[in-house]
């Protein structure tokens, strides 16, 4: 594997920074840093991660790997030279590959066939449970915060840090790495772990590390002597908040359009309808809801305006985690208008024209996630049936959470 690997660092910096694996057998854990080469506390944290794994190297079982996303990014401190890494990973760009010549790849596909490679020789050569990690931080001031598609093991998984979980952004973003880790069926998870400049984003990132190894089963905790340490960064970082939210709105900046956001939100900030938040040329524009600010952009690059996220009640998540383990998402096709891809069995094809009694938030509920096709049509891509929900029955978090 070493030498496969290695290989990969056609670009001047290392593309893999760690690369453990123990004896006795165990989970697999991997993060990547620098997705977006702007965003470098996650690649910070993992070379003091290394640090940290060279003295406790007895005590680990299982595998880990620390990934440098975009390391031409990086090296230029750029959220991308070309295009969004970040926004790559669709089923059908990952298919193009194949056809593509190598002379023709831009920057970010070039990064995209290396890190493809690298996720598919680490799947191939250790054993599950899988654990997917992706560090980012925010251009804004921020809480560190997890986002992840919503599916059980994610939920679960991710409810063991204490900070809180935003969900279902997916919905609004084509391409972002973790949703591709997902749709293979892994637990995946985004940790956005502060400003990008700030010392707190690194501190975040690096408790995160050490707490996965734990909550991953990768070490036990008596081992970690800086486990309470570490618990304790993010409980002092996280606002008090350990909800569940739910993104509902996203301001989708347009080609030539030239935005500002008003001066001075932080991601988890309470606004009302109508609140002024950014200038477009020079139109105000204001708050459609009602809600809390959620990634308002302060940088050039990028299209994600802002997002406005909402808590989602505590007893709606626990009925959806029942609705799920009951399956009754498989009825779904009895109604009028709603059918099963004939082509892809995860995805359902819902006829608006005939269905449109039915609202997002059901499907939601019942672990569908929706695109829109166009006014007529919706695809709704479920996450519970790709999810390799047996491959985690025998971890704790699964336990605890499924009892
Ligand atoms: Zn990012």
């Not at 440098?68 to 669709?90: A, P, S, W, Y």
Request: net charge positive.
């Amino acid at each position: 594997m070493k030498t496969q690997l290695q290989n990969e660092k056609t670009i001047k910096n290392e593309r893999i920074i760690i690369q453990f694996k123990s004896e006795k057998t165990g989970p697999t854990l991997v993060f990547f840093g620098g997705v977006h080469g702007n965003e470098t506390a996650g690649i910070q944290a993992l070379l003091k991660l290394k640090k940290l794994l060279s003295t406790h190297k007895k005590y680990l079982q299982g595998s880990i790997y620390g990934i440098v996303g975009n390391i031409k990014g990086v090296e230029q401190n750029k959220r991308f030279i070309d295009e969004d890494l970040n926004r790559m990973f669709t089923k059908k760009n990952v298919l193009s590959f194949q056809e593509k010549k190598h002379q023709e790849f831009n920057n970010e596909q070039l990064e995209q066939q290396q890190l493809l490679n690298c996720i598919t020789t680490i799947l191939s050569q250790n054993k599950g449970p899988f654990y997917f990690i992706d560090f980012h931080t925010t251009s804004s001031k921020t809480l560190p915060f997890i986002t992840i598609n919503d599916a059980l093991i994610n939920r679960w998984f991710a409810k063991c840090f204490p900070v809180p979980v935003v969900l279902g952004i997916e919905e609004y973003l084509e391409g972002p790495l973790l949703s591709y880790i997902n749709q293979l069926g892994y637990v995946s998870l985004g940790f956005e772990s502060g400003q990008h400049e700030e010392v707190e984003a690194v501190k975040n990132a690096y408790a995160f590390c050490c707490l996965s190894l734990v909550f991953s089963g990768i070490i036990d905790q008596k081992y970690l002597t800086n486990f309470e340490n570490e618990l304790s960064v993010l409980k002092k970082h996280n606002g008090g908040l350990k909800n569940t939210f739910e993104v509902v709105y996203r301001y989708s900046i347009q080609e030539n359009e030239i935005f500002k956001m008003l001066p001075n939100f932080r991601s988890f900030q309470s606004i009302n309808k109508g609140d002024n938040l950014a200038i477009s040329g020079n139109q105000t524009i204001s708050s459609p809801y009602s809600g809390l600010i959620f990634m308002p952009l302060y940088q050039t690059q990028g299209t994600d305006g802002f997002f406005i996220i909402r808590a989602i009640p505590k007893f709606l998540l626990k009925l959806s985690s029942i609705l799920r383990k009951l399956k009754v998402e498989s009825l779904l096709v009895i109604l009028p208008g709603i059918n099963r891809d004939k082509n892809d069995r995860e995805t359902l094809i819902v006829n608006l024209k005939i269905a449109r009694f039915l609202a997002k938030p059901l499907f939601h509920l019942l672990g569908y996630r929706s695109k829109t096709i166009n006014q007529n049509r919706l695809l709704l891509q479920n996450r519970e049936r790709v999810a390799q929900t047996a491959s985690y029955a025998q971890t704790y978090w699964y336990k605890k959470r499924n009892s």
